[in-house]
């Protein structure tokens, strides 16, 4: 916006006491000042929001339907939030969580006084449709922990095996490590891992996100410790309930995720599907079947690709792969054969072979088909790290250290010590 440019503003009050004020200061705001419209409610707001007529919005805490989500519908249209609440809208730290929402500024309306100045301010700093792209720090370097996607093709490749197995190792080598069930079609993490969990971890910290009030202390009380050094945040219940992880809180959840785990490790154990449906009408926020899996896959310091050694699952492999690079342009997976065995009769070179004539990969690791191993970890509920040595184990422990990359602190590694509460959180 230039500087001789008018802000447009629009005002969602909810009827509040301080309306009438608020549309008089906006309207005699001075000539950088114009309003727009009067919204009747959110759903008003959103559907001007998305002429790209307007800079900046007015709006009452107390207006239905106000969270993370909508907010970000709002900032993606170039529209700066202002809001402006009573002291009683006010109270117990909700300035603090209209912020963590991304309102822009939280103004008390006993000084609407500066309401044509925040204005004219929160006008100059709107995001333009296509922001200049800053390039990304690695994430060793932010302080954060490092965020690893697991994700494979249909047919059950053995993500879940594998999200699990580099979590539970790089807690057993001394690393901070918390493992996330994304799948949207219905997770198992839980069940691996013997939780018993009346409550989904990610339905509860999806929701306080979208309100507002999930941060490193709440989303600590929400996961379960399932060892010394590994947090799990159990997944959806029913496969029915993936709508309710609304998208920018979803974004939010994984930030705290980082923050909470330090310089550890983020693991996801996502979804199957890459298909991405049509955005809704206010923006494209409306949440995808598919949305946690994508954004997992773009925002990961790392990438790991599961795939069956088998001939249907190597096929599904490679189909999977030119799918993730179309997704995910010039990403560069690691990528984990699952279920090797003599009895297929192909070498681990032509394998290897097969997956660089689809995608330039960091590395390609091949796992043992033990059953017995696996068998025996996931009947007594447990990972395999606590399940004894084993060559599925073994070849998981060499898995971990090449994604986890620095080597553990000799004294920080422990036998892990379980903690399952069965109650709900």
Known sequence: MTASARVAVLVAAAGAGWEAQALDLVERGGPGLVLSRRCVDLTDL????????????????????????SVAALQRCGVAVVAVGTAEDLRDGEADR???????????????EELAPALLAAGAET??????????????????????????????????TVAVGLASEAA?????????DVDPYGGAVAQHLGVLDEVSGLLAAARAANTGRLDGERLGTLARQASERLRVLTGLPRAD??????????????????ALTGQGLVVLDTGFSLESDAGDAFGGGAPQRNGMTLEALRVADEVVV????????????????VELREVVPGVAPRVVVNRTRASLGWADKEVRGMVEGFVTPRDVHFLPDDRAAAD??????TS?????????RTAMAELARAVVGDPPQPAARRGLRRRRAGRAR
């Open 306 to 321: 599961v795939g069956a050694a088998d001939p249907v699952g190597l096929a599904r492999l490679a189909r999977a792969l």
């Open 127 to 160: 995001t333009p449709d296509h922001p200049e792209e800053i390039p990304e720090t690695p994430a060793e370097e932010r302080g954060r922990a490092r965020l690893v996607a697991v994700w494979g093709p249909t047919g059950a490749p053995g993500r879940t």
């Open 376 to 381: 025996r970890a996931l009947m007594a509920g």
């Open 241 to 258: 309930r993936w709508p309710e992880v609304r998208p920018q809180a979803f974004d939010d959840l994984l930030d705290e995720a980082r």
């Open 172 to 180: 057993a080598a001394g690393h901070e490590a918390f493992l996330l």
């Open 98 to 112: 209209l912020l963590r929402l991304g309102v822009g500024r939280v103004l008390p309306a006993d000084r609407l």
């Open 46 to 69: 959103l559907a001007t929001a998305t002429t790209r007529l307007a800079d900046a919005a007015v709006v009452s805490p107390t207006l239905p339907g106000l969270d993370a989500d």
């Open 384 to 392: 395999l790290a606590e399940s004894g040595d084993s060559p599925l």
